[in-house]
């Protein structure tokens, strides 16, 4: 998969909105006819139509997480960031594969982890996200920073 994706062609340039409206025209008329009327190509019409179903999809590939799953694995991290035990990016790519498994999601990972494709995906659509190497932070600094300690600074140094 390219990074940087530029499309080329106007194909698929109809809404669901007008694939729904062409299939329901096409069961009281033909779907040659309601593909005209709507401008949508008729082998499209045709296959939704067999299919009733009109979820509007393009190429082969389909995406393995929804919206909220994504969200939750964000979420995840930043759970993981606030602990003091940030992941690299080798580390999430093997949770999001254990967490497709875990869903029991069929997807195109390789060996169980994914793959840096889609992990440059996920961070195009989650800018927020930072991975890389973790500092070790030490179990007494980890502890030291809680709220009457930091306080306490603040009213010593006034």
Not at 107 to 135: I, N, Q, Y
């Amino acid at each position: 998969m390219v990074s940087n994706y530029k499309r080329k062609s106007n194909r698929g340039k109809w809404t669901e909105k007008n694939l729904e409206r062409a299939m329901e025209e096409a069961t009281r008329t033909s779907v040659r006819a309601a593909a005209k009327k709507y401008n949508i190509p008729f082998s499209t019409l045709l296959r939704h139509h067999k299919k009733q179903c009109s979820i509007k999809y393009l190429g082969r590939f389909r995406p393995v997480f929804t919206e909220e799953e994504e969200i939750a694995l964000k979420n995840h991290l930043n759970k993981m960031d606030d602990l003091f035990y940030g992941l690299t990016p080798s580390d999430f790519k093997n949770n999001v594969g254990e967490f497709a498994k875990k869903l029991g999601k069929s997807h195109r990972f390789p060996k169980g982890c994914a793959g840096k494709d889609w992990l440059a995906g996920f961070r195009k659509r989650h800018p927020s996200v930072v991975l890389r190497t973790p500092e070790p932070t030490s179990l007494a600094r980890a502890r030291g920073f809680n709220r009457p300690q930091v306080e306490r600074f603040y009213d010593l140094l006034k």
